[in-house]
């Protein structure tokens, strides 16, 4: 006889999915650069919250009357609650894909970048694993048992060894009573995370897509992701001092010499992972035209279109001027050489 798995396994990768999309999706330093992608995988979330709401009603009544006949109707019914659960992974994990071929969202975090190319780049064991044999689970014609194929999803790093994808087939006990109130609560709380995920993927939509016209009239196609002009972590570190940090993951910088500032987007170098500071605007504070110094102009240029923000350049040179100048590196006087801004 199969060796039955614990309760806790049971949908355990939903959690575990979310908790992925949760990260790439949400963080305050993510960029979006195609929101219709964020939007579809909202929508899948919200189809697993509501097959795991009914799944949780399944499984908590169990499959066998009273009388000891079972309910093939109710084993029919949840069977199919699992097969569109199904559907929506394998449409996540291909959405996902798509994120991370074409670099469309692009989280802060390093280590969840690794983690994501690694489970779901088009041509990963992982991915491929998952859309050819995962399955949710299927309950047994007698009622008294749920089977299920899964790919668990390995967080960490360190632990990865090949390309392997590990394939675990587990069984759950259903008819017990005891049985079915432990599944009760492992199920809860994926409704929970679940939950919880969808939520905070419709809370940022709803504050930072910045227009229906995103949605409707996207660049479906965008070209790779191109950073402009970026600072990694090390040399910020090494050769900038920090001014000020702003809304939206926005930071301003000066070098050591105190000679030009930059204001730049907090994120990561697609290509590598490594986190920085992709530049916006670079000034120099050091006006040595004397005809200009009584005007106090500071030269500006930009580096980088708009893709990594979402503030306008107006507002860019806004927040760049006032943290300049509430930090003493400018005087309140001090204004842009307009004819030198370039915004693209």
């Known amino acids: 006889m199969k060796q039955t798995t614990s309760a806790p396994h049971l949908l355990r990768e939903l959690t575990e999915l979310g908790n992925l999309v949760f990260g790439m999706f949400t963080g305050p330093h993510v960029v979006v650069r195609h929101w219709p992608v964020y939007y579809r995988v909202y929508v899948e979330v919200d189809g697993l919250c509501r097959e795991v709401n009914r799944l949780a009603g399944h499984l908590a009544r169990g499959f066998i009357r009273a009388d000891d006949t079972v309910d093939a109707d109710r084993i029919a019914d949840a069977n199919a609650c699992f097969a569109r659960v199904d559907g929506h992974v394998r449409t996540t994990g291909a959405l996902l894909a798509d994120v991370v071929r074409d670099r469309l969202v692009i989280p802060a975090n390093p280590t969840l970048v690794q983690i994501m190319d690694r489970h779901f780049a088009p041509e990963s064991q992982w991915y491929r694993g998952v859309q050819a044999h995962y399955r949710s689970g299927c309950v047994a014609p007698d009622g008294r048992t749920l089977a299920r194929t899964v790919l668990p999803i390995d967080p960490h790093p360190a632990r990865w060894g090949g390309d392997e994808a590990a394939i675990e087939q587990q069984q759950f006990e259903l008819a ?46 965008p070209g790779p992701a191109s950073m402009g002009f970026f600072y990694s ?12 940090d702003l809304p939206g993951g926005l930071a301003v910088y000066v070098n050591r010499d105190h000679t030009f500032a930059t204001i730049g987007t907090r994120g990561i170098r697609p290509a590598d992972g490594t986190p920085g500071l992709i530049i916006h605007v670079t000034v120099d504070i050091t006006e040595e ?36 100048i509430d930090a003493g590196l400018v005087p309140p006087g001090a204004g842009f050489d307009d004819e030198r801004w370039r915004y693209f």
């Open 176 to 221: 017990p009573a005891y049985a079915r109130t432990l599944n009760d609560r492992t199920i809860r709380q994926v409704q929970t995370a679940l939950n919880q995920v969808y939520a905070a993927l419709g809370g940022c939509f709803v504050q930072r897509c910045p227009s229906v016209g995103a949605l409707l009239h996207p660049r479906s196609t």
């Open 233 to 244: 972590a090390r040399t910020l570190h090494e050769e900038h001092e920090p001014v000020r």
């Open 289 to 324: 035209d004397p005809a200009k110094r009584p005007a106090r102009f500071i030269p500006a240029q930009s580096h980088h279109n708009g893709e990594y923000t979402a503030a306008s350049a107006d507002e860019l040179k806004t927040l760049l001027f006032r943290a300049l």
